[in-house]
């Protein structure tokens, strides 16, 4: 996350900081596709198995 995230914006506050971090903690574990899971994002995986993730995305860090 420190590379994808801290190394490539300019962060101006905590606040901007913990909104990026979210936002790309959401894409990595709804969106992202990963090879692990036969190249299926771990939302679509999660579906396919009776798991909406969707439910746990309100879940943010530091509200």
């Known amino acids: 996350m420190e590379r994808a995230v801290c190394k490539r914006y300019e ?10 971090l979210n936002r ?4 990595y574990n709804l969106e992202r596709i990963h090879s692990g899971l036969h ?3 771990p939302y ?16 943010k860090c530091y509200n």
């Open 44 to 59: 679509r995986f999660l579906l396919e198995s009776g798991v909406d993730m969707r439910d746990l995305k309100s879940r």
């Open 24 to 27: 790309f903690r959401d894409f």
């Open 11 to 20: 962060l101006e506050s905590l606040a901007k900081a913990i909104e990026r």
């Open 39 to 41: 190249y299926r994002s």
